[in-house]
């Protein structure tokens, strides 16, 4: 059994921080990418931010420069530093990994339950 659990979700003003966790507990052998996305109310869900098993990062266009992943592979932990929120931040902010359990051949895709970020104006 694998899980996956956000923590760090909370209201702050704009201009605050925050900094999601994502932790992967279970019969795991080894995690691959790992994404941070988010859903707002009436939207759809978009892709935040990217790092790979090497620590290659990614991001979309609206947070560059203010977030920032990154992981801790011995914690099975990624991280999601946010930095000068903004209102159009709030959302309900999820995790997933894709990963290899053990004993299996193929990657698997995780999910997380997400942690509610409100940014107030």
């Known amino acids: 059994q694998v899980q996956l659990v956000e923590s760090g979700g909370g209201l702050v003003q704009a201009g605050g921080s925050l900094r999601l966790s994502c932790v992967a507990s279970g019969s795991i052998f080894s995690i691959a990418g790992v994404g941070w996305y988010r859903q707002a109310p009436g939207k759809q869900r978009e892709l935040v931010a990217g790092?790979?098993?090497?620590?290659?990062?990614n991001y979309v266009d609206s947070v560059k420069g203010r977030f920032t992943i990154s992981r801790d592979n011995a914690k099975n932990t990624v991280y999601l530093q946010m930095n000068s929120l903004k209102p159009e931040d709030t959302a309900v902010y999820y995790c997933n990994a894709d990963l290899l359990r053990v004993g299996s051949r193929t990657l698997d895709s995780y999910w997380g339950q997400g942690t509610q970020v409100t940014v107030s104006s």
């Open positions: 790092i790979t098993s090497g620590g290659g990062a």
